[in-house]
């Protein structure tokens, strides 16, 4: 079992920064690929990045390029989603999610999500 908890939402101006975090226990943290998503209301869930076990590999989805920056520290067992010059599009419900890196293929383990609000 991994369990995820993601800390650091809140409500912003637009043009602020947000800095996101992911605590992970349960099992080998490097051993997984790290992801944030994202969910607005009335509209499907988005992935936003990703990362793999040794941070070598990063995926950002096009509207984030250039704006927001994922990174882990695993020896502390945290992934970070830094977001700067937020946008009121922004605006969701942002979850952690884990998968194990050889062999899974699909996000297994999720965090509760935390709220992310941007003001225009």
């Known amino acids: 079992q991994v369990q995820l908890v993601e800390s650091g939402g809140g409500l912003v101006q637009a043009g602020g920064s947000l800095r996101l975090a992911c605590a992970a226990s349960g099992r080998t943290f490097s051993d997984y690929r790290m992801g944030w998503f994202r969910q607005a209301p009335g509209k499907d869930r988005e992935y936003v990045a990703g990362i793999s076990g040794s941070g070598g590999n990063i995926y950002y989805t096009d509207s984030v390029k250039g704006r927001f920056t994922i990174s882990r520290d695993n020896a502390k067992n945290t992934v970070y989603l830094q977001m700067n010059s937020l946008k009121p599009e922004d605006t969701a419900v942002y979850y952690c999610?884990?998968?194990?890196?050889?062999?899974?293929?699909?996000?297994?383990?999720w965090g509760q999500g935390t709220q992310v609000t941007v003001s225009s």
């Open positions: 999610a884990a998968k194990y890196s050889m062999g899974s293929t699909r996000y297994d383990y």
